[in-house]
């Protein structure tokens, strides 16, 4: 099956902090489509399939919650995840969205690391993602078996990188790498852990991180995180919800 990214419709009357969330989304690697209330939604609905849906709660003309009930309602929409993003604190407001389907419940200001997080565990659930991911378009070289060679990342999160090539190496093969992020080459261990054929768009291998330090993996996530919030200093953690299954 061809690459392709995954869609969120992100809904958020705030017009600088959807914008604000959709460039987050975009460099998280996701194609976000904006709404500025929930009729948008449902009209959005009608004519793409999301992979997820997030939600603010107080909106014009069609609110989150009105908008969550009609989503799960609706046989051809229910099994989208949602994700509520709202300044709400109190406990029967997370109850009702719970009660209501919704797949996490992040308060304002949300949280990247934590969106990040909450749309990995609902689209990827086989994968058990947990770490933010971003777009990375550098050169790093491979070691293996005493050879080199040099290729192009595509993404990186904290557990590893994506690497561009129609040649990709085994599943299994054990690499190290030098990544240069921000002037200084993090020499790291990691091992090949899926493929994707030549034949797919964007074809290349998953190379996780095996034995990483404590220094390394600090200076990975600084810059991930660093990377996903540049421009966008008024989105900060707070708390998320989680539902119970």
């Given at each position: 099956m061809p690459f392709r990214n995954k869609t969120i419709i992100v809904a958020e009357d705030d017009y600088n902090l959807l914008m604000s969330l959709c460039i987050v989304l975009e460099r998280l690697g996701y194609d976000a489509i904006p709404a500025e209330n929930g009729v948008e939604v449902m009209?959005?609905?009608?004519?793409?399939?999301?992979?997820?849906?997030?939600?603010?709660?107080?909106m014009p003309i069609l609110g989150g919650l009105e908008t969550l009930r009609l989503i799960k309602e609706d046989e051809r929409y229910k099994n989208i995840p949602v994700i509520i993003l709202s300044a709400e604190s109190q406990p029967e407001i997370f109850e009702e969205c719970k009660g209501l389907g919704c797949a996490s419940f992040l308060q304002k200001p949300a949280g990247m690391a934590d969106l990040s997080s909450a749309l990995e565990k609902n689209i990827f659930p086989q994968r058990g993602r947990r770490h933010?991911?971003?777009?990375?378009?550098?050169?790093?070289?491979?070691?293996?078996?005493?050879?080199?060679?040099?290729?192009?990342?595509?993404?990186?999160?904290e557990r590893g990188v994506f690497v561009r090539t129609k040649h990709p190496f085994t599943i299994g093969t054990d690499v190290e790498m030098a990544l240069p992020l921000d002037g200084?080459?993090?020499?790291?261990?990691?091992?090949?852990?899926?493929?994707?054929?030549?034949d797919d768009l964007r074809p290349g291998m998953a190379i996780e991180f095996v034995n990483i330090s404590e220094f390394a993996a600090s200076r990975i996530r600084e810059f991930v995180l660093k990377s996903i919030s540049r421009d966008?200093?008024?989105?900060?953690?707070?708390?998320?919800?989680?539902?119970?299954?």
């Open positions: 009209q959005l609905l009608r004519i793409i399939s999301p992979d997820a849906i997030t939600l603010d709660l107080n933010a991911r971003i777009r990375l378009d550098i050169k790093v070289t491979l070691n293996t078996g005493g050879a080199s060679q040099v290729f192009y990342t595509r993404t990186l999160s200084e080459d993090i020499v790291v261990q990691g091992s090949v852990i899926y493929i994707t054929s030549p966008t200093e008024g989105l900060a953690v707070e708390q998320e919800y989680n539902p119970a299954i």
